[in-house]
């Protein structure tokens, strides 16, 4: 199984701030990563998807880079919305594994 | 618009077995596979497995090897998820996704089912 280490695990910002997330896989999956927003009783929303490419309707402050064995995700400035938890997810291959989840909070 | 809508809330006692749905709507069923995730109380997500509507085939983790099984009815375009020897472990909600996968660009899932909780307690 691919291990995939996200970190911070928790982060508390302010609105307004540029933030960054970031995930690294136990061996390299090319572009083969996703990020997800959660918000508490909801399902996960899909945010980047092969490292990079932003999915339609999700705001141009997320942007995701990366290749190989790790990645990141910015979101250039914080809006009131954005605090959630967000995970990133492999899959080049099965299982798709996930991170363990950051947590963003309000500083 | 493509929409998972997931079945209701169960509770199970230990050693027995649950069956979930997802309908899947807005989009050509056998198109896309669905994928099973789960997430236990204040935790992460857990891969479970997939199956490919078009054909039926399914494949699942190691872990739940021998007691999950899904299958799919085209004629409904819905999508099962049977889970069998239940444990307090199993205790999670459960979520159905819908992965794309295009020539330009890496499989991802897009759309979620709202999920379903599963809790498993004598």
């Known amino acids: 199984d691919i291990q995939i280490t996200q970190s911070p695990s928790s982060l508390a910002a302010s609105v307004g701030d540029r933030v960054t997330i970031t995930c690294r896989a136990g061996?390299?999956?090319?572009?083969?990563l996703n990020w997800y927003q959660q918000k508490p009783g909801k399902a996960p929303n899909l945010l980047i998807y092969g490292a990079s490419s932003l999915q339609s309707g999700v705001p141009s402050r997320f942007s995701g880079s990366g290749s190989g064995t790790d990645f990141t995700l910015t979101i250039s400035s914080l809006q009131p919305e954005d605090f959630a938890t967000y995970y990133c997810q492999q899959t080049y291959s099965t299982p798709h594994t996930f991170g363990q989840g950051t947590k963003l909070e309000i500083k | 618009q493509v929409q998972l809508v997931q079945s209701g809330a169960e509770v199970k006692e230990p050693g027995a077995s649950v069956k979930l749905s997802c309908e899947a709507t807005g989009y050509t069923f056998t198109s896309h596979e669905i994928h099973w995730v789960r997430q236990a109380p204040g935790q992460g997500f857990e891969w479970m497995g997939k199956i490919i509507a078009s054909g039926g085939s399914a494949g699942y983790a190691q872990k739940f090897r021998g007691r999950l099984t899904m299958t799919r009815d085209t004629s409904s375009s819905t999508v099962y998820m049977d889970l069998s020897s239940l444990r307090s472990e199993d205790t999670a909600v459960y979520y159905c996704?819908?992965?794309?996968?295009?020539?330009?660009?890496?499989?991802?899932?897009?759309?979620w089912g709202q999920g379903t909780l599963v809790t498993v307690s004598s």
């Open positions: 061996q390299s999956i090319a572009t083969y």
């Open positions: 996704a819908r992965m794309v996968v295009t020539a330009r660009s890496p499989p991802h899932f897009d759309t």
